[in-house]
């Protein structure tokens, strides 16, 4: 269990939420209290999640995780974090049967969630979204905890939705949050999308400088999920630009395994100075030296771009539910801090003309990288934290939350 010994007390950056604003400064002291995080599946869940028990960890609360039985997201050294496993049913599952059998497993790890409740006795619950982090929040909402989720996409998920109506407090990634019904509005707060703390100091790094006839740097990564149509399309995209601009091109590409060595041939037999590979443990680092990036629109992968200020261009995977990539892609768009692509509309060609128009003219990329910058929010686990201690007793404005635990309720 994570214990930093300082007292949770609230902070915030420039661009805070005006609902944060009246709070500035105030001082918490909240240390010791228990908070249970409930998270699993994608890194979309779980780089939120860990950047807040940072920060939480750092304010002196003490942390446990609880997850499904298949996470392995929160194994390794560096994670000393006390973690629990159980049961978990998708809901989301178009298919009858597997609603079915889904149905028994989420019964069963409500109860288990239950029971570890009762044993931790924490004094908030918060839910990253995800099936995994139902059972949890279920069991927290019956139980009388004080709960909060927080929701990574521009439109809820349905395990957020499911929610929403239960839970004390809502955090929202994007100022705009489809999903949200009417009596769940007034729960719901800006504090912006945490990203991993390796991420977050990119926010000091300038936008790289591209001269007349220097090189220009690429940034492509798809991700496990629709990675090859990156691999069709963009060395063939690539290979329509004229001699002098593909010269000048350095390209880091995420390939899957069965693409990297076609992929490599294209490159090759183009000229062109490409670094492939299946997964960049490096990938902050290549996004700080990277001009333009070109991927999904995945909640991660937005908010690591807008923190970093680095533009670019969003291909949402067409099969994510809910269309929530479209609608996450279309709020950089808007924001003027990159451009949407629907993959029906990605091919060499098209992709070709945009590239000829973007890395010709430099000042289009740099008005897009200060518009992604200040679309981002820098200190989203700050204002996620400052939400999860109001909820804490004695926050240190005298009005803090009395947890369920104080009077039995939970017991």
């Known amino acids: ?72 997201a929160w194994q390794g050294p560096a994670d000393a974090i006390e973690t629990h496993r159980i049961s978990a049913g998708g809901i989301a599952s178009k298919s009858f049967a597997a609603r079915l059998k889904s149905g028994p497993e989420l019964a069963i790890g409500t109860w288990q969630a239950r029971r570890l409740l009762k044993l931790l006795q924490p004094r908030a619950v918060v839910g990253f979204g995800g099936y995994a982090s139902v059972p949890t ?114 390209i880091s590409q995420q390939c899957r395994p069965e693409d990297l060595n076609q992929v490599h041939r294209q490159y090759k037999s183009l000229g062109i100075d490409a670094d492939l590979k299946t997964f960049f443990d490096d990938l902050p680092e290549r996004l700080s030296a990277a001009h333009l990036l070109i991927g999904r629109a995945g909640a991660s992968t937005v908010a690591e771009t807008q923190v970093a200020g680095r533009p670019a261009i969003l291909v949402p995977y067409p099969y994510a539910i809910d269309d929530h990539q479209t609608r996450n892609a279309y709020a950089v768009d808007e924001a003027g801090g990159g451009w949407l692509m629907p993959e029906p509309s990605f091919t060499p060609s098209a992709l070709a003309a945009r590239l000829d128009s973007l890395l010709g003219l ?32 004695n926050n240190g404005n005298g009005n803090g939350a009395d947890g369920p635990d104080d009077e039995g309720r939970a017991a």
């Open 1 to 72: 269990v994570v214990d930093a010994g300082a007292g949770c007390r609230h902070g915030h950056g420039p661009g805070s939420d005006p609902r944060a604003a009246g709070r500035k400064g105030a001082k918490m002291t909240s240390k010791g209290h228990l908070v249970v995080l409930a998270a699993g599946g994608t890194g979309g869940h779980v780089f939120p999640a860990k950047a807040l028990a940072a920060e939480l960890a750092g304010r002196g609360c003490r942390m446990v995780v609880i997850t499904d039985r298949r996470g392995g």
């Open 362 to 393: 430099s000042a289009i990329l740099e008005k897009a990288a200060a518009g992604a910058k200040a679309a981002g929010t820098q200190d989203a686990a700050e204002r996620l934290a400052d939400m999860v201690c109001e909820l804490l007793p």
């Open 137 to 250: 929040m279920l069991a927290a909402c019956f139980g009388g905890y004080h709960t909060a989720i927080h929701e990574q996409n521009a439109v809820l998920g349905r395990a957020n939705r499911l929610l929403a109506s239960r839970v004390d407090r809502i955090a929202i990634s994007f100022e705009k949050s489809e999903g949200l019904a009417p009596e769940a509005q007034a729960k719901a707060e800006h504090t912006g999308m945490p990203v991993r703390a390796t991420v977050a100091t990119l926010s000091q790094h300038p936008y790289p400088a591209i001269t007349s006839d220097g090189p220009i740097s690429l940034l492509v990564i798809g991700g496990s999920q629709g990675a090859h149509v990156f691999s069709t399309v963009v060395p063939e995209a690539l290979g329509l630009l004229d001699d002098g601009l593909k010269r000048r091109i350095k």
